[in-house]
Nanobody
Framework: QARLVESGGGLVQAGGSLRLSCAAS????????MGWYRQAPGKQRELVAI???????NYAESVKGRFTVSQDNNKNTMYLQMNSLKPEDTAVYYC???????????????WGQGTQVTVSS
């Protein structure tokens, strides 16, 4: 069964950078949509960026110009490059893939395990 594994979180000072990775393993026939979400303490999970396959990424206003999503389709991997980080970016970051494991199978919505990003002031 397909699963997502995240890596790359950590502690960084304001103004610094981090790069998150999200890799899909197992059976993956086609990825339909990739996305990054985050959840800060006491807040609801919010969209950071979403990338429908074959389309350009859409970013939340709060991260536009600072965060960049990229993909390595050969490795079924998505990255989130985060620059000019701010304390308000502190959250647990989750990746999400909507994918088909098999040609004739239904689409599945998978989530990564989450990775903590902490930005100190």
């Amino acid at each position: 069964q397909a699963r997502l594994v995240e890596s790359g979180g950590g502690l960084v000072q304001a103004g610094g950078s981090l790069r998150l990775s999200c890799a899909a393993s197992g059976m993956v026939f086609r990825i339909n949509v990739m996305g990054w979400y985050r959840q800060a303490p006491g807040k609801q999970r919010e969209l950071v960026a979403i990338v429908p396959t074959g389309e350009s990424p859409n970013y939340a206003e709060s991260v536009k110009g600072r965060f960049t999503v990229s993909q390595d389709n050969n490795k079924n991997t998505m990255y989130l490059q985060m620059n000019s980080l701010k304390p308000e970016d502190t959250a647990v970051y989750y990746c999400n893939f909507n994918l088909h494991e098999y040609r004739a199978g239904p689409p599945m919505d998978l989530w990564g395990q989450g990775t903590q990003v902490t930005v100190s002031s």
